[in-house]
C-alpha cells in the first residue's frame, strides 16, 4: 500500500492520462485494503472445535435429515432432536460433511 502511495504523490505522468492513472492507483488502494481486512477477518475467526460427542450429533443429525427426504426437518428441528445447537449443527454440518446442510438435502 505504501508503494502505491509513493507512486501517486510523486505522479509525473502527462495530463490527458493523469486522471486514469490516478483513479487506477486509487482503485489498487482500495483493494489492497479491502485484502487486508479480509485477512483480518478470517484471523479474528476461531476455528471451531468439534468434539466427538458434536460429530456422533452430526451424523445423527444427518442420518435425520435424510430420513423422510420428503418432509425434512427444520434446523431447529434438527439440532434439538440431534442435541447440538443450531450454531454448532450448521457450522460442523459444513466442517464434518464440506457443505451446508441444505445443499447436503439438495444433492441427496
Do not use: W
Request: with cysteine.
Amino acid at each position: 500500500m505504501m508503494t502505491a502511495v509513493a507512486v501517486i504523490s510523486n505522479c509525473c505522468v502527462d495530463f490527458s492520462i493523469n486522471r486514469f492513472f490516478l483513479q487506477s492507483r486509487a482503485t489498487e488502494l482500495i483493494c489492497l485494503k479491502l485484502f487486508q481486512l479480509m485477512e483480518q477477518k478470517n484471523k479474528s475467526i476461531p476455528e471451531m472445535k468439534l468434539l466427538p460427542q458434536d460429530r456422533q450429533n452430526l451424523f445423527h443429525a444427518r442420518e435425520m435429515l435424510i430420513k423422510d427426504i420428503k418432509n425434512p426437518p427444520t434446523i431447529a428441528e434438527l439440532s434439538n432432536r440431534a442435541g447440538i445447537n443450531q450454531f454448532k449443527l450448521k457450522k460442523g454440518f459444513k466442517i464434518e460433511f464440506e457443505t451446508t446442510i441444505f445443499d447436503y438435502y439438495n444433492r441427496y
